[in-house]
């Protein structure tokens, strides 16, 4: 944290009163930090005091696990100055044992994409994310009641005002054993995310809970099977077990491809859900129809609140679609896209039970 490349940094530590080796490290970086020793109401609140004392324009937290690399500071400021309506930005980061050892690049980042923040997973990493000050003020800090869902509901709130901006470069890693508070939390943890999703989605049932919950549920069935059952049943137990893995996992694999509409390689289903971020002026839908049999005559047609905005018969190649909607740069718009063509993947590398209308480009603002 320390080594940042970045003139006029400032470093707050907030620290709940430890009885460890803390004083001692910090003493020697005396001259460089501020270090706050007192009694706090959990990790949001301390945080949010940090937050208050601060006084750059740009903020960033980083937990006592983690590290920040070499050069995030100064991307993420080059970043803000380029994309002046965004209110965070984020990057790319590694996952890393308890000894400090990178064990691999974190899986979850991808471009923003605000209805996949607000429904499905917080595919965004804490550890590389830095705020404009003035956006937490405007927004609201942390919730303090929170305790494992406090980033992720930070970042839907600013995502619902403002855009959250991409940055292609490592610049953060997550240190991860059993005891970190992603992996525990256990039942406790499945109804905070719960809760926070549904006060943010309306739904009773959002498709991240039922992510989260079955991976969270899933551990703890097993580990029931495998260590409650008697000795004489331990391989059926075993079985069991298995299956119950392999079952949990598919549905949760199906709901993290399926629930947006929206694949990895491009590919959007005949119903795809999505959510503009606020913006002003013209929308538009880009994307590319491939010369496939059964997608000829595909025509789309797109609903913002159950009402129809337009409808669009695609010619292959690639197309936009124009849309009639005003942005008025005060909150975001939910649009459902509906294909009436699809075809199920025709080459072995492409095996799937996935359904595929075209390929989706893009669906945002034209400046």
Sequence with gaps: MLSQDYPNLEYLILDGGSTD??????????????????????????INKGFRRAKGEIVAWLNSDDVMLPGAVPRAVRALEAHPQAGAVYGEGYRMDREGRITGRFPATEPFNLWKLVHLSDYILQQTVFFRRRVLEETGFLDESLHYSMDWDLLIRIGKRYRLEYIPEYMGCLREYPEAKTFSGGAERVR??????RRHTGLRYPPGYIAYGLDSYQREWMSRLETGSPRWLRAPAIVLSLLVYLGTAYVIMRTLRDAQGWYPDGWAAPRLKWMLP???????IRGHLPAREGLREQRLRVYSGGRLLCEEELAYGDFAVNLPLAGT??????LEVRASRWVRPRLASEMSLRRMAYVLQSIDWVE
């Design 21 to 46: 080796e803390t004083e001692a490290v910090v003493r020697e970086y005396a001259s460089r930090v501020l270090w706050i020793s007192e009694a706090d109401r959990g990790q949001a609140h301390a």
């Design 329 to 334: 740069g005060e909150g975001p718009v939910e």
């Design 192 to 197: 905070e995310l719960g809760r926070m999703l």
């Design 278 to 284: 606020p913006g002003k002026g013209p929308a538009a």
